[in-house]
């Protein structure tokens, strides 16, 4: 980056993943040979026995619940820091989310509250890897063979990220990914299953198998997001035009690039059809794919490198809390996530030094309206989502731009504490 102005994130997707997706959109060859390859190699990463490419994580999570059993009057365990989409599939299958608590730097499940939630028709625990930092999985894995409950890994934000030496995805039942564009590896858009079960994995395949490809129209226009993205992200075009009008769009009240990426938080009366019906892949995903995990330690290392970086530099602020991780996590950055009392103070006055933020998309679930039947007490989670914020942690930023963001930040969290 360059002239003191960093944006919130910038994609990992290259113009030359976009022309290899753009060949393959344009050709009438087979898609499965490709996807093959892909679900191959994704899986020998992971280190499981099965991986499945699947139209979206939250799909994926239906399936995978389905597949395990999952069904009327049961329960499933669910951190209560989590993206709403989790806990909307559950009630899908006539099973009830149970929330329970998180850490409050580490916003991942709380071991010992996933334990006392445990009931006679708890079936399932999610423990989600969030913003890239790995769950406290021996506890975890210790409790749901103690009591027979299947462990579904949420690896949506953290692929690639190890747990003492051992890739996430590969440390309880099943596990789902997500490849969105803003993710840490992407395939235009699209998700991914793993898991060691062959039954479970037979039977999503052949649910995957009923419907039909996903749209060339929806691929092409994500490539051409993602190149905007690209573009936009590069230090000078920032600058000069999209820095320019967060401030504004902010001034206004409103945040600009959160509306273009976010979406509309809904509870589904029934699993949309759009899920079925174009529930496999294409070529164009998986050629993407592949050239990404190429790609990927590198794009982690560099994630790392920044994020620990932050974590020293910032790590003594006052007003300030960093990240914590369990021990044996090995996090991958996916968000570098600060708290602060007056975390909208903070981010106006990172703004003002070139800093742009974002609250993320983040919901306290467990006292969401939208949950409101299934509404618990966890007091981590609610603090958590009223003060984090998360600071630019992403690839594309020089070792200058990490210690320009620190030394701002230290600035910010001065002034805001006046």
């Not at 994704?42 to 994580?57: D, E, N, Q, W």
């Not at 951190?79 to 916003?107: E, K, N, Q």
């Not at 206004?252 to 496999?280: C, M, N, W």
Request: aromatic share 8%; proline share 7%.
């Amino acid at each position: 980056m360059a002239f003191g102005k960093i944006p919130r994130f910038s994609p990992s997707f290259s113009p030359k993943e976009a022309l290899l997706s753009a060949r393959h959109l344009l050709r009438d060859g087979p898609d499965d040979e490709v996807i093959g390859k892909f679900e191959r190699e994704f899986k020998s990463y992971i280190g499981a026995r099965h991986a499945v490419m699947v139209p979206s994580a939250r799909y994926g999570l239906y399936l995978l619940l389905e597949a395990l059993g999952v069904g009327p009057g049961d329960e499933v365990i669910v951190p209560a820091l989590t993206y709403f989409a989790v806990p909307a599939m559950i009630p899908l299958l006539g099973a009830r989310p149970v929330f329970v608590d998180v850490g409050l730097t580490s916003h991942v499940l709380d071991p010992a509250a996933f334990e006392a939630a445990i009931k006679p028709r708890t079936k399932a625990v999610v423990p989600t890897h969030l913003f890239g930092t790995p769950c406290d999985m021996d506890p975890i894995r210790t409790i749901a063979n103690k009591h027979g409950v299947k462990v579904i890994e949420d690896c949506a934000q953290s692929t690639g990220a190890r747990y003492k030496q051992v890739r996430v995805g590969n440390l309880g039942d099943a596990a789902y990914y997500t490849f969105g564009l803003t993710k840490n590896m992407t395939t235009l858009s699209g998700a991914m299953i793993s898991t060691d079960d062959d039954g479970v994995a037979e039977r999503i395949r052949a649910t995957i198998r009923q419907g039909g490809r996903t749209p060339k129209g929806k691929l092409a226009k994500e490539a051409a997001t993602g190149l905007a993205m690209y573009a936009a992200t590069h230090p000078l075009l920032y600058w000069a035009t999209v820095h320019p009008a967060v401030v504004l769009g902010n001034k206004l009240g409103q945040d600009p690039i959160h509306e273009r990426f976010g979406e509309a938080e809904v509870r589904y009366d029934k699993l949309p059809g759009s899920y079925t019906a174009t529930s496999q892949a294409r070529a164009a995903q998986a050629a993407v794919g592949l050239h990404q995990l190429n790609r990927l330690e590198a794009l982690n290392g560099a994630r790392i490198r920044n994020g620990r970086k932050l974590d020293q530099g910032l790590a003594h602020v006052p007003g300030l809390a960093v990240p914590s991780y369990p021990e044996g996590a090995e996090p991958i950055y996916m968000s570098f996530v600060v708290h602060h009392e007056r975390r909208d103070e903070l981010a106006r006055a990172l703004r003002k030094r070139g800093v742009d933020t974002t609250v993320g998309y983040m919901s306290d679930c467990a006292s969401n309206p939208l949950f409101a039947e299934f509404a618990a007490t966890c007091p981590n989670a609610r603090r958590a989502f009223e003060t984090l914020l998360h600071l630019p942690v992403h690839p594309n930023l020089a070792e200058r731009d990490v210690t320009h963001m620190i030394e701002a930040t230290r600035q910010a969290c001065l002034e805001v504490g006046r």
